[in-house]
């Protein structure tokens, strides 16, 4: 099993930018597929972003994001990033690493779409104000 540990969450302005990062510890092997998720008050867990890390390096991000936010991991330091710019107020919201082990590149992005991820972390608040 793998721990993950966010942090990097905070209040910025609309505009603004924040990177979130994400350490990951335990038995790290196979866990090729991270991703970043989010869960504003009221409303249900959402996809952000993901990241997989095999032969070659694969990145997914909702449409509400791209363009705006980047995925990026650090193998040699066991830590995923989350790089978040032009920040708006609808990005308000609790931020969650999670990690999935097993299948491929397709599994990884099925499994994100559908917001079922193995291994979770507790959280890091995003507070963007206009």
């Known amino acids: 099993q793998v721990q993950l540990v966010e942090s990097g969450g905070g209040a910025v302005q609309a505009g603004g930018s924040l990177r979130l990062s994400c350490v990951v510890s335990?038995?790290?092997?196979?866990?090729?597929?991270m991703g970043w998720f989010r869960q504003a008050p009221g409303k249900e867990r959402e996809g952000v972003a993901a990241?997989?890390?095999?032969?070659?390096?694969?990145?997914y991000y909702a449409d509400s994001v791209a363009g705006r936010f980047s995925v990026s991991r650090d193998n040699a330091e066991n830590t995923v990033y989350l790089q978040m710019s032009s920040l708006k107020p609808e990005d308000t919201a609790l931020y969650y690493c999670a990690a999935d082990d097993g299948g491929g590149r397709d599994h990884c992005y099925t499994r994100w779409r559908a917001r079922d991820f193995g291994a979770w972390g507790q959280g890091t608040q995003v507070t963007v104000s206009s």
């Open positions: 990241i997989y890390s095999g032969t070659l390096t694969t990145t």
């Open positions: 335990g038995n790290t092997y196979g866990w090729h597929c």
